[in-house]
């Protein structure tokens, strides 16, 4: 009976940037790596709400797995269908461009009854840790020996409850052996390249070198860059997607010196009630972080305390600038993805 499987303390789920056991679930602070590695507890939406609004818990696929774990544990501490509905539309509303998240939360809106809802959370998490391996193999075939590979942001293990999309990829090409080595931009404002990427390869003993962001279009000019590998917090219907502000950049960038430009994601993170970027909402954070450096050393400003300042935290790249996208399905090229076959995203519930 499934309320005896699931009682509480029942789950036991491993990640990278999040854990459930019987202590609970634990995030990963990503605001203060790699500095250093503290684990919180996170004992109610509230506080799970507040870690990703700070970006602690980041990444759209992970802003997805940790909002319904919150949820599950909600379930498993006697909390209400009821209560629970309403703090999932809470937790929904905290970051508004990865649709990831609201894939998610509809999944458990749907529960019956609250050992459903853990047993949702759980298959969740389970689900996109397999996404991620489905799109490390078909986005590592695509990687010829001794490229060098240009990634952006985060989008690995920190970022999902597996091997990550982009760098899921990068990593298993590493794994095959074959040779390549990775340019990471550091990301500005909030540095997701420098601090996260950069570490986690350093982890996997993935030869890398760390660039500005303003660095790629001499390196791409210079020959130095075979490929691009990027995740989405969004993929309209026409294959627009947004991701990480600068993203748009580089793939102009790719486009101007044909080199080939992949996105890697699950299907969680494809919205065909979206018809194209212009339909995507866009988060604008705040000031400070561009008026400076905010980290695990605190607040650093280096410009006047009251500078005028525009922050969106992502940007809507057009489809046709895409080569392909890998998704847990398969690899598509097509721009347009009301071409691609019934059923390609959809493979699984
Ligand atoms: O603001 P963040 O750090 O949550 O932004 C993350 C990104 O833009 C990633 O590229 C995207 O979520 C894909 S991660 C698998």
Redesign the pocket.
Known sequence: MLISIFMIGSMVLNGLSIRYDKEGLQVLNQQVLPQKEEWIAVHSPEEMVKMILE?KV??????GVSAVLTLAQMAEHGHSLAEIHSAAQMLQQS?PT?VNLAHCIQRILEAKDESSVIRIAEQIFLEDAALCNSMARLGADLIQQEENILT?????GL??AGV????GAIKEAHLQGKNIHVYVCETRP?L?GGRLTAWELQQANIPYTLICDNMAASLMDKGKIQRVF????RIAANGDFA??IG?YSIAVLAKYHNVPFHV??PYT?IDMQCLNGDEIAIEEREADEVRGALGSFGKVLWSPDNAPVYNP??DVTPGSLVTSFVFDTGVISSMNLYAAPKGFYLTIP
């Open positions: 970006l980041r990444g759209a696929p992970l802003i970051r990865a952006y942001c985060n989008t690995g970022a999902t990550g999309t982009a760098l909030l997701q990027v995740g989405a917090d991701n990480k993203t890697v994601a993170t935290s992502f």
